[in-house]
């Protein structure tokens, strides 16, 4: 039995909730830290509040399914920024045990971008929109 909808509602989730915690993170403590990592590279530390949509807002809607390519798109657009702020020395360098060093942050985003492409699926609140 194949149920495209239903793994598209298990990936929105999934992705929403792993994310969310990271958010919740940044909620409960701040991002201080972020706004120290935008200012060493010439970019005001305000920039580090555009965490809670990419961290908190995007994940939210990719679990309810509400608009879900804008959402992946956000949660992508995060996951390159994270990349490039803080890791950006370990994209072509391999763990101990032949991992990719970024393939967490690697899995956020093309995941983000499978659900940019695919849509919510049939199960999510903005199922007939064109940005479902």
């Known amino acids: 039995m194949k149920n495209n909808d ?10 929403g909730l792993l994310m969310l ?9 701040g991002v201080d830290f972020l706004g120290g990592m935008f200012q060493s590279v010439g970019l005001p530390s305000f920039f580090a509040y555009a965490v809670y949509v990419g961290e908190v807002i995007a994940p939210l809607l990719l ?10 798109i ?5 996951m390159i920024v994270a990349v490039l702020m803080a890791h950006a020395a370990d994209v072509f ?3 101990q045990t032949g991992g990719w060093a970024v ?13 940019f492409f695919t849509g ?8 007939v929109s064109k940005w479902d």
């Not at 393939?103 to 659900?115: D, H, I, K, N, W």
Request: no cysteine; glycine share 12%.
């Open 6 to 15: 239903l793994g598209l509602l298990i990936i929105r989730v999934s992705f």
């Open 63 to 72: 679990i309810v399914g509400f608009r879900t390519k804008l959402a992946a």
């Open 103 to 115: 393939e967490l942050q690697g899995l956020y985003f093309f995941g983000a971008l499978a659900l």
């Open 120 to 127: 919510g699926g049939k199960l999510a609140v903005s199922s």
């Open 21 to 29: 915690l990271h958010g919740i993170a940044k909620l409960l403590h």
């Open 93 to 95: 360098t391999l763990t």
């Open 74 to 78: 956000a949660f992508a657009f995060t």
